[in-house]
């Protein structure tokens, strides 16, 4: 096996990562393999110094925003940091390298009646107007990741008791919940136009469908919550990632403990999570100078 072989396999079965996780490394790695290949050869992963390193990133900077980059940093960091631990690679030399971190950006967020202008909008009762809004409505609700509501099975439902299990990153198991008007929606979009959509198909218990009956992707999903919210006038490149934060920003707002927000959107770290306390504090000083009584 080849070493970048030996570390995705010790991804898989060690670490327990998604396909999707593994995929995303493997592609960065085949990436920087590409360019190295491309501008004067490949000497091997034993032999890449540290300015081969900062001449590739260099690269990348020019075309690609910062959260990606650093992204593409960290998978090469991690991919030395198992070379050496394994004593194939003797010298690190991504250990020195740190990317500039310009000023964070804060994520864009729905506010409540937002998300209810655009729920109560979808009531063509058509079976993919009221997919969509099932959509829209259990994002919000629930804070999921693309992915996993793409994933969701019938199986992954329980719709008596508000919740859903959930398979999250690293194949790590949560449940999240949600409210009796979503559960409204879920169970109309179940019982009626489910059925209509999947017509001869066979079932595959993807809970959400496309118009030929098949499991939606995430591109389908992505692309449905665009045209949305693009027609309520409300913004062209919204994506459902705007709906989980909507969500962990409106807990917050409402009190919630940050630790039961980070359970809840299945953050490993609790620093992920505390970005959304900075959203909730730019609210509240927007709220404060709107409102103070000035003399």
Known sequence: MTLEEQFLSYLKNERSYSPKTVLAYQKDLAAAEKFWQDNGGFPGWEKISRRDLEIYLQALGQKLSASTLSRKLSSLKSFYHFLTRRGWVKADPTVAIQLRRGEKKLPEFFYQDEVGQVIKALNDGKPLTVRNRAIVALFYATGMRLSELTDLTVKQLDLENGMILVHGKGNKDRY??????????????LQESRPSLLKNEPDTEAVFLNKLGRPISSRGIAKAVQQIFQKAGLTAGAHPHELRHSFATAMLNNGADLRSVQELLGHEDLSTTQIYTHVSMQ????????????K
């Open 176 to 189: 999240v919940f949600f409210d009796q008007e979503t559960k409204k929606y879920l169970e109309e979009y």
């Open 283 to 294: 609210h509240l000083t927007a709220e404060y100078r709107q409102h103070f009584p000035r």
